[in-house]
């Protein structure tokens, strides 16, 4: 519904605004301006500036689209259970943009040069850095899962000034991936954050961000968000790191 070159532009609480009507689509059809700033923790100028950058001219306008755009997904009554495949669906629509292959180019620009890619997460952000690196490796892009926040990153090491390290958080909060990310970086690291919030502090502190924007689903203190969107990024930069050797290797013959 909303684009994924305007949602880029949003400071922090316009994201708010979006992350709440994102997750609450069927109540803020309801709910006045008013309404909305007081469960989003915002101002109405707040919400008026969101509705301005995705392109509508006020507030009824904003409340029409999310009306029109929940019927258009489906002519039936929604399920009572949470249904993965609408924000998926979203997901994909919003990266078949040309913005959004714009910042995949931008992110090879210094992943396929670099002499390695670290991967580096906790908890699922572990196992997923593990996937990606063994799945980037195996299209012959050496590439390594760092998981431990206490990993050592020896000084003034030359191979570390073209390395890449591509942070994987949801939240962009855990500090152990932050601390991670930070003391790579101090070493010449060049860090790509792959997050859902692109005004975390993880966001913040890298050298380049690629958000995905999912409404975040959580059991007690864990986190059930879906990590389709990375799945998805890890594969497709993989795919495009195979198509440059490629295009390479003939060219060379």
Not at 175 to 200: F, L, P, W
Not at 214 to 234: R, S
Request: aromatic share 10%; hydrophobic share 40%.
């Amino acid at each position: 519904m909303f684009p994924y070159d305007k949602l880029r532009t949003l400071n922090g609480l316009e994201s708010a605004v979006y992350t709440y009507i994102n997750q609450h689509q069927a109540e803020v059809e309801k709910m006045t301006i008013r309404q909305l700033a007081e469960k989003a923790h915002v101002s109405t100028t707040t919400i008026l500036r969101f509705a301005g950058k995705m392109g509508f001219e006020g507030y009824s306008e904003l409340r029409y689209a999310i009306k029109q755009h929940r019927a258009a997904l489906t002519s039936a009554p929604p399920e009572p259970n949470y249904d993965i495949t609408v924000p998926i669906a979203e997901f994909f629509e919003n990266v078949n943009t040309t913005d959004f292959a714009k910042l995949i180019d931008q992110a090879l620009t210094h992943i396929v040069p670099a002499p390695m890619v670290l991967l580096c997460g906790i908890g699922t952000g572990q196992a997923l850095a593990e996937y990606g690196a063994r799945f980037w490796s195996n299209i012959g892009k050496f590439s390594l899962a760092i998981t431990d926040p206490y990993y050592p990153f020896p000084l003034h090491t030359p191979i570390l000034q073209n390395t890449v390290m591509v942070a994987l958080s949801v939240s962009g909060e855990s500090h152990q991936v932050i601390e991670m990310a930070s003391r790579a970086q101090q070493n010449g690291v060049y860090v790509i954050a792959v997050t859902n919030h692109a005004d975390s502090t993880l966001a913040q502190l890298s050298d380049m961000v690629i958000a995905y924007y999912m409404p975040e689903m959580k059991h007690g203190d864990l986190n059930l968000t879906t990590q389709v969107p990375i799945i998805y990024l890890i594969e497709l930069i993989a795919h495009r790191l195979d198509q440059d050797q490629t295009e390479n290797a003939n060219s060379e013959n």
